[in-house]
């Protein structure tokens, strides 16, 4: 059992920057694949990056690209999304989610939100024009 919670949203000028963070209970955090998702009201939830279990892998959504980071510190049980060039469209609430470890990282496996067991509550997102 793996409980998450996100911080770190809020409201922002576009162009500003953000960094999420999501907390890990559970002394298993190194053996998930971590990832972030977003989602606005009536869509679905967006893939936007993850994080393999020992940090040494990342994939990315091709929309968010270049302006968002993610990493991890096992020893924290933290999994951050650095965010720099916020752009209007980035508005959303922010999930964070944990997948069970595989054999070897696979960006596209990692980017299908059914692959994940567990989610945190959401951080709100606004970048305001």
């Known amino acids: 059992q793996v409980q998450l919670v996100e911080s770190g949203g809020g409201l922002v000028q576009a162009g500003g920057s953000l960094r999420l963070s999501c907390a890990a209970s559970?002394?298993?955090?190194?053996?998930?694949?971590m990832g972030w998702f977003r989602q606005t009201a009536g869509k679905e939830r967006e893939f936007v990056a993850a994080?393999?279990?020992?940090?040494?892998?990342?994939y990315y959504s091709d929309s968010v690209k270049g302006r968002f980071t993610i990493s991890r510190d096992n020893a924290k049980n933290t999994v951050y999304l650095q965010i720099v060039s916020l752009k209007p469209e980035d508005t959303a609430v922010y999930y964070c989610g944990a997948s069970a470890r595989t054999l070897y990282f696979s960006g596209s496996y990692y980017s299908r939100r059914e692959q994940y067991a567990y989610w945190g509550q959401g951080t709100q997102v606004t970048v305001s024009s």
């Open positions: 559970g002394r298993t955090f190194s053996s998930y694949a």
């Open positions: 994080i393999s279990w020992s940090a040494s892998n990342t």
